[in-house]
């Protein structure tokens, strides 16, 4: 045994060990329940007024959506 770690030294480090990851638990939980019950905003996807279903190459002449630009921090 360690002369420096007592019992009761041990057992608040446990108690306080158990209350954080109960409150994170709890928290979290609420927070997925909460994001569960406000459902998805808007639509998901949107289909482009030109899509047929079956004629999938009919998007084939559109332009490239293109990726939105980021700027970098000091430049």
Do not use: W
């Not at 482009?48 to 430049?75: C, F, K, T, W």
């Amino acid at each position: 045994m360690t002369p420096f770690l007592t019992t009761r030294a041990a057992t608040i480090s446990l108690v306080v060990f158990c209350a954080v990851y109960a409150f994170i638990f709890l928290f979290g939980t609420f927070y997925i329940y909460r994001l569960i019950r406000t459902g998805p905003r808007g639509k998901l996807f949107e289909t482009p007024h030109l899509a047929v279903p079956n004629r999938p190459m009919s998007l084939a002449d559109e332009e490239q959506i293109q990726e939105p630009s980021y700027v970098i921090a000091g430049e």
